[in-house]
Nanobody, 125 residues
Framework: QVQLVESGGGSVQAGGSLRLSCAAS????????MGWFRQAPGKEREFVAA????????YYGDSVKGRFAISRDNAKNTVYLQMASLKPEDTAVYYC??????????????????WGQGTLVTVSS
């Protein structure tokens, strides 16, 4: 099983950009589909984006389509979330997750196999 560590969070003004990274340990990273989720204070966790193990397919939540892009580099055991045109409502803790079943991510399953510790993104107006 992999372990996940997110980085790249921080504070940015509305309209700005930020790139999150999620580094995985272990030799089986390429076996996992990867996803990003977020949770704002007082709100339920929300699906943000997912990418299949090969990188061939990507999926996005409605609120981030056209603004965020997920990618992965299996040689570096890393998945990225490029965020652009950020809005104050994007403020949340962003979590990276891994699972061997893509549909579990797409349905925002609470029992995904591996979770990172989260990184805070704050967007000011």
């Amino acid at each position: 099983q992999v372990q996940l560590v997110e980085s790249g969070g921080g504070s940015v003004q509305a309209g700005g950009s930020l790139r999150l990274s999620c580094a995985a340990s272990g030799r089986t990273f390429s076996n996992y589909h990867m996803g990003w989720f977020r949770q704002a204070p007082g709100k339920e966790r929300e699906f943000v984006a997912a990418i299949t193990w090969s990188g061939g397919d990507t999926y996005y939540g409605d609120s981030v389509k056209g603004r965020f892009a997920i990618s992965r580099d299996n040689a570096k055991n890393t998945v990225y979330l490029q965020m652009a045109s950020l809005k104050p409502e994007d403020t949340a803790v962003y979590y990276c997750a891994a699972d061997t079943t893509i549909w579990r991510m797409l349905r925002n399953d609470r029992s995904l196999e591996v979770w990172g510790q989260g990184t805070l993104v704050t967007v000011s107006s």
